[in-house]
């Protein structure tokens, strides 16, 4: 009997969605003889049952395109918006699920839709989920596709931003998405030659940068670089963050808690180093420029790949899992084993010790 399978985009957009759809659709379709439907806007289309068949001519010309030809949200099955409330949708969903005549559903999303996915599993539903954020922060996996081609964009603005620095013998503070993992910024600060990268794994002491960015000025440096990850906290508001997390009561409140003392902090910081050095200080915060565009190369290589063995893995009724990406091979991951973790820097990583020994200051 022809399989029938689902296709879903949740949480954030991310270069790489679209090669990633086409990747599962193609096998699914082209080798496996599967029939394949996609749902719009994340969880939200598959709760509204908005469906878009996904065959040959929709998934033709989009292996190059960014965004998502599905759309995507951030609702989750249990806490959708609805008529101005918040409503467990889960049953809705999962009479949706029943009646597409879904063999299983894929989800291509990072870590908030593989806590969703696994709700789904656990009401009975054949789930599977592909690793994509530009935070490279999934648990289980190398990396998730969007990583590289956000990585390309930041390490862009950062060369573009050294002889505006230069010229102008400014600090130029630029802030780095990478929610609350600093892969973004710390690859990005590596590859643009920032002078100082800000992580939130490593609290940083706003006296430490100042010095650093003086003795460049002393060595006839007047200007430097300063990449933040718009997670990086410094000690002194790591101190303040604590209680609030005491008090929490899920996840989610944990999470509003630390947003309140994120807000305005690079743009804080760029007023303690000009006090505190004496320089100008400007501050660039790129934002979704990071996600959006064509996806690199390698995000289109590593979406292809991560698609078709979804495909494999669903031929083989193998459910229940992310499919994660192992060096040059993939490897299916039970959602149990995965959901809820978050993938940070290790203090002791390689980019951190290589970026230490060419003289890149961390604020520590």
Sequence with gaps: MTQQIGILTAGGDSPGLNAAIRGVGKAAIG???????????????????????????????????????LGTSRDKPHKMPVGGKLMDMTNAIVGNYRDNHLDCLVCLGGGGTLKNALRLKEKGLNVLTLPKTIDNDVFGTDITFGFDTALGIATE????????????????????????????????????????????????????????????????????????????????????????????????????????????????LAQQLEKLTGLEARLTILGHLQRGGTPSAADRILATRLGTAAADLIAKKHYGVMVAAKGEDTRPLKLEDVAGKVKTVPPDHAWILSARRVGTNFGD
């Design 157 to 268: 603005a950062i060369d573009r931003l050294h002889s505006t620095a230069h010229s102008h013998h400014r600090i130029i503070v630029v802030e780095i998405m990478g929610h609350r993992a600093g892969w973004l910024a710390l690859g990005a600060g590596i590859a643009g030659g920032a002078d100082v990268v800000l992580i939130p794994e490593i609290p940083y002491d706003v006296n430490s940068v100042a010095e650093a960015i003086r003795e460049r000025a002393r060595g006839g440096k007047p200007f430097s670089i300063v990449a933040v990850a718009e997670g990086a906290i410094s000690r002194q508001d790591l101190a303040a963050l604590k209680p609030a997390k005491r008090k929490k009561q899920d996840d989610d409140t944990a999470a509003d808690a630390a947003e309140l003392l994120y807000a305005g902090r690079t743009l804080r």
């Design 31 to 69: 080798h496996y003889q599967m029939h394949v439907v996609g749902f719009r806007d994340g969880f939200r289309g598959l709760m509204e049952n908005r469906t878009m068949a996904l065959d040959g001519g929709q998934l033709s010309g989009i292996l190059t395109t960014g965004g998502t030809i």
